[in-house]
């Protein structure tokens, strides 16, 4: 199993940032990738951004420009630097890690970004 704690969420004027974090933890030898999801109310969730263990990244068109991933191996961690936040990034945040093993969800960290 793999648990995933994610910390960072909170309530932000637009215009402002966040930085999301999120520890993997158990079986995590054979994770090959991490990824942030949002699911806004009413919505489906959807990929936000994700790194490969290689440093590979991509994004979702609607953050580009304004959200960073990153990981820090050595601490089996993802972040995400969430920078000029609009109203419409509101949303539960979800870290999800792959592994050969399949796929591992948080509990997420709710963004709100008031107008």
């Known amino acids: 199993q793999v648990q995933l704690v994610e910390s960072g969420g909170g309530l932000v004027q637009a215009g402002g940032s966040l930085r999301l974090s999120c520890v993997a933890s158990?079986?995590?030898?054979?994770?090959?990738?991490m990824r942030w999801y949002g699911q806004a109310p009413g919505k489906q969730r959807e990929l936000v951004a994700g790194?490969?263990?290689?440093?590979?990244?991509n994004y979702a068109d609607s953050v580009k420009g304004r959200f960073t991933i990153s990981r820090d191996n050595a601490k089996n961690t993802v972040y995400l630097q969430m920078n000029s936040l609009k109203p419409e990034d509101t949303a539960v945040y979800y870290c999800?890690?792959?592994?050969?093993?399949?796929?591992?969800w948080g509990r997420g960290t709710q963004v709100t970004v008031s107008s």
């Open positions: 999800n890690v792959a592994t050969l093993r399949g796929n591992f």
């Open positions: 158990g079986s995590i030898a054979s994770m090959y990738a």
């Open positions: 790194i490969l263990n290689g440093g590979a990244t």
